[in-house]
């Protein structure tokens, strides 16, 4: 049975996701059924991710929305 504490976290699973999980680690991955699935699983949504289209705001999107930001003046002597 497999020690729950030698299972890898969700960021070393992002590390092996990148091609950059060490060695120890990734022997881990190799022998532990409930990792590698886990594994496969984010690998499954990392690759839907990257498939969705790509969207930019317009031009002057940053120029239209902070025309609009209203920036309250302190009232009150704050110096006190």
Same mark, same amino acid.
């Given at each position: &049975?497999?020690?729950?504490? &030698?299972?890898?976290?969700?960021? *070393? $699973? *992002?590390?092996? %996701? @990148?091609? #950059?999980?060490? %060695? +120890?680690?990734? &022997?881990? #991955? %190799?022998?532990?059924?409930?990792?590698? =699935? *886990? +594994?496969?699983? *984010?690998? /499954?949504? $990392? #690759?839907?991710? =990257? @498939? #969705?289209? /790509?969207? +930019?705001?317009? +031009?002057?999107? %940053?120029?239209?929305? &902070? !025309? @609009?930001? /209203?920036?309250?003046?302190?009232?009150?002597?704050?110096? !006190?």
């Amino acid at each position: &049975m497999t020690d729950i504490s &030698m299972h890898l976290n969700t960021d *070393e $699973i *992002e590390l092996w %996701a @990148q091609g #950059l999980l060490p %060695a +120890a680690r990734a &022997m881990h #991955l %190799a022998d532990c059924s409930l990792c590698r =699935v *886990e +594994a496969e699983r *984010e690998r /499954k949504v $990392i #690759l839907q991710l =990257v @498939q #969705l289209p /790509k969207f +930019a705001p317009s +031009a002057g999107f %940053a120029d239209r929305v &902070m !025309a @609009q930001v /209203k920036v309250h003046a302190p009232s009150g002597d704050w110096t !006190a």
